[in-house]
Structure formats: structure tokens, C-alpha cells
């Protein structure tokens, strides 16, 4: 089936690279972008075209990092750090999922919004529930999203309501797994909350399952300084955070690591070596003070960063929001550290798109082959000083553009909203 659709195509094929198609034409068959044409061409000429006017094409949102069980405390414990805000905010709201039906409440609206804002695929943390975690990909599915979910392992260091014993962690995760098969676009990934919060065993058990099951791992590293020094107690023979990781066998292809805010030189060559993912947390590390990562260092030396909204550490689900969010605090990092050349509006264009897609396979931009993950955006309501170069509207509607702005939500090439 022959879908076209026609408005001001933006995409951003490499970080800090645009391109603009003013009134363009993507053609999709059957969901799959088969051109980007400026006119279009003679083979179509009698097919429908679903007409956005002056509206932008943009790419949809990928939001790297997020904890959905952290939903309903969104802008709250925001005066405490990062290991006092766990134990004050954070266990205890993920303790009240262990109710089915307050899981199903508050992932359908959790689903919803990520939709109407934009995002329409997302690397994820649930809580330890396996119950509440499948009705977490049940919803996000339902709504046409794609994804990563990850059931939480922790069997240290948690709370009285929020922890496992290791055999009971084991037990739940296989019986998670062996569920995950009944959807689609959503998929299970293991989540060892953070080194401090699983055991040894746990941990070597996790890694031999990934290896067995051919699973990709997601975790927290270098995020805080409090953090760091509690993993060097607990690994003394682990110079640096991430081999309290590989020495297990969670280090690898396709690893996910949150934050990376301390990550020193030889941390980030280890991640470029086996291809990890960071990403790059900006409202979350200001809110719980831990730091301004150093973003610019890291892509130019070559890692693979993506943007990640850390509800409920971070405070804005709207990945337009979170990009502009990494702009400012590079210019911090610039002012305050290191001089480093800040990001621009490009740069967390791509870094909020193609970067994060790419962990699911997709190529640069709106790239022939991969099904349609777009957003419209009628930035017409936006007040302007006058025209605006395709360029600029972009940044005015990253900064400026709220839900209402996006009309239109395509997710492996069919509309969702």
C-alpha cells in the first residue's frame, strides 16, 4: 500500500547536519520510506497524498532512558541527591506496583503522553514487579509504541517493600522472560538497577542469561560522585565503575549505561570499544546534582550518545524539552569546566533522534528502507517576528512547540496519533 505524505521535511542524517526539504514528498510502501522527493514523482501522480500544508516533517522523539514506575512523582523530591532521593522518593513510589491495577492506571496515561508529545520508541525501566512489567509493555504496545522494557533486578541495598532475594529475583526474571514473547514491538531487556543494588550472584547470573538468550543489558554508570565511591567499596578490584560490570559479562554490544557524568577517558574508550550506548540524562543529573556530563568530549572522541529522559530524576517527559535541556547545559559544562564547544539545536535534534533510533536499527535520518517514525509539527500558533528559514522554525519548535503543536504521530509506519 502506497501512503504519501507532503509537508517540510527535517531530518538529521549526522549529528549537527540538517536537511530541509521544503514542501517535500515522503513516500511510504506499506509503512517503509521508499523516496524523499521534492516533487513528486510521475508514478504516484494520481496517488492520495495526505497534505500537511506548511506544517514540519520531523523525525519522532527516542527516549533512551526513562523509569516508568517513577511516573507519578514527576517534579517532586527535587532538593535531595541522588542516593537520598532513592531511598526518600523513588523505592517508595516503585513499592505501590506491586498493585496490578494502579500499574494498569498509571501506565495507560504514562503510554498516552509519550505519544502525544512525540516519542514513539523508548529503552525502559520498570520496577521489580513482573506482573506490573508486562502490563507495562501490554500499554505501551497497545499504543502503538516500540521499544525496550527491562524488569528491575535488586536484591541489596533496597527497601522492605522494594527488594528481592536473589533466588526470587532469578525466578521472576525467567518467568518475565518467558511472557515477553506474546508482543511485537516491545521487548524485554535485563535491568540490574545499578551495581550497588545487586549482588555478586545476582549479577553473574544476569550475565550468563544475556549471553544465553542473546539479551541486551541496561544500568546507571558514573552518575554521582557518592554513587562511584560506593561501587569501589563494593568491587575493590574494580578500578573504574564499568568493570564492576564487564567482569560479569554486562558489558557488551548494545549495552545501555544512563548518565556516564563522571566517566573518565579510559571509561569512555571501554564503551567505544564495546559499543555502548550512553545516554546522556541533562534535567535529571541538574535536578539530583550530580553533574554536567561531558558531551561534546564524548562525541568527539567517537562514543554513542542518545538522550534519555530519566523521569523521575529528569522533570520533562517531552523529548523537545530534553534536547533543549542538553543545549543549556552544555553551554554550563563550556562556561563552568571545560571550555568545550556547546551543542546546538542540531546537534540535540540528532542526538534526540537518529542517535537513539539507530539502538533499534534504523539508518540516518529519513532513511529509504526503515519504516516511518515521524512527527507533524504546526508551528503556525508560534509566535514569529517574521519569516523564518526552515532552520530556525526548527529550533523555535524545539524550544517553544508544546503537544498540541504535534498533529500528527507516526511509529513503524502507521499513524498512532
Known amino acids: 500500500m502506497t501512503t504519501i505524505l507532503r509537508g517540510n521535511l527535517i531530518h538529521a542524517p549526522a549529528l549537527g547536519q540538517l536537511e530541509c526539504l521544503p514542501g517535500g514528498y515522503l513516500i511510504l510502501e506499506d509503512g517503509?520510506?521508499?523516496?524523499?522527493?521534492?516533487?513528486?514523482?510521475?508514478?504516484?501522480?494520481?496517488?492520495p497524498v495526505i497534505d500537511y500544508g506548511d506544517a514540519l516533517i520531523l523525525q519522532s522523539f527516542a527516549d533512551c532512558h526513562l523509569h516508568a514506575p517513577q511516573y507519578p512523582m514527576v517534579g517532586t523530591g527535587m532538593d535531595v541527591t541522588l542516593l537520598d532521593w532513592l531511598q526518600k522518593y523513588a523505592f517508595p513510589t516503585e513499592s505501590r506496583f506491586v498493585d496490578g491495577a494502579y500499574a494498569r492506571q498509571v501506565y495507560h496515561a504514562l503510554a498516552r503522553e509519550l505519544v502525544d508529545n512525540g516519542t514513539t520508541r523508548v529503552i525502559m525501566f520498570s520496577s521489580l514487579h513482573t506482573d506490573a512489567t508486562l502490563i507495562l509493555m501490554d500499554e505501551l504496545e497497545q499504543a502503538g509504541l516500540w521499544g525496550y522494557v527491562g524488569k528491575v533486578n535488586m536484591d541489596r541495598n533496597g527497601t522492605p517493600q522494594l527488594q528481592e532475594t536473589t533466588e526470587e529475583s532469578q525466578r521472576e526474571t525467567l518467568r518475565w522472560l518467558d511472557a515477553c514473547g506474546q508482543f511485537h514491538h516491545i521487548k524485554p531487556i535485563l535491568?540490574?538497577?545499578?551495581?550497588?543494588?545487586?549482588?555478586?550472584?545476582?549479577m553473574a547470573w544476569l550475565g550468563r542469561?544475556?549471553?544465553e538468550r542473546g539479551l541486551y543489558i541496561q544500568s546507571h554508570l558514573s552518575e554521582n560522585d557518592r554513587e562511584i565511591a560506593w561501587v569501589r567499596e563494593l568491587h575493590p578490584d574494580c578500578q573504574r565503575y564499568w568493570e564492576s560490570y564487564a567482569k560479569y559479562g554486562l558489558w557488551a554490544d548494545h549495552t545501555v549505561m544512563a548518565h556516564c557524568v563522571h566517566s573518565d577517558a579510559q571509561e569512555r574508550?571501554?564503551?567505544?570499544?564495546?559499543?555502548?550506548l550512553c545516554v546522556h540524562c541533562p534535567d535529571s543529573n541538574i535536578n539530583v546534582r550530580s553533574g554536567l556530563a561531558p558531551v561534546r568530549t564524548m562525541l568527539n572522541e567517537g562514543n554513542w550518545v542518545a538522550l534519555g529522559s530519566d523521569i523521575a530524576g529528569g522533570d520533562h517527559l517531552h523529548m523537545m524539552d530534553v534536547i533543549t535541556a542538553a543545549v543549556r547545559t552544555s553551554k554550563l559544562r563550556s562556561l563552568l569546566i571545560d571550555g568545550s564547544e556547546p551543542l546546538t539545536a542540531a546537534d540535540g535534534y540528532y542526538l534526540g533522534?537518529?542517535?537513539?533510533?539507530?539502538?533499534?536499527?534504523?539508518g540516518a535520518g529519513f532513511a529509504v528502507g526503515d519504516a516511518l517514525h515521524a512527527?507533524?509539527?504546526d508551528d503556525s500558533g508560534i509566535d514569529?517576528?517574521?519569516?523564518?528559514?526552515?532552520t530556525d522554525r526548527l529550533e523555535r519548535a524545539l524550544y517553544r512547540a508544546k503537544s498540541e503543536q504535534i498533529v500528527a504521530v507516526w511509529a513503524g509506519g502507521k499513524q498512532i496519533k
Open 32 to 47: 517503509v520510506i521508499a523516496a524523499l522527493c521534492s516533487r513528486l514523482p510521475e508514478q504516484y501522480q494520481n496517488s
Open 191 to 202: 535491568t540490574p538497577r545499578f551495581t550497588p543494588s545487586c549482588t555478586d550472584a545476582l
Open 209 to 211: 542469561t544475556a549471553a
Open 269 to 276: 574508550l571501554a564503551m567505544r570499544e564495546a559499543n555502548v
Open 353 to 362: 533522534t537518529t542517535a537513539g533510533h539507530r539502538y533499534f536499527g534504523a
Open 375 to 377: 512527527i507533524v509539527v
Open 384 to 390: 514569529t517576528m517574521g519569516n523564518m528559514n526552515f
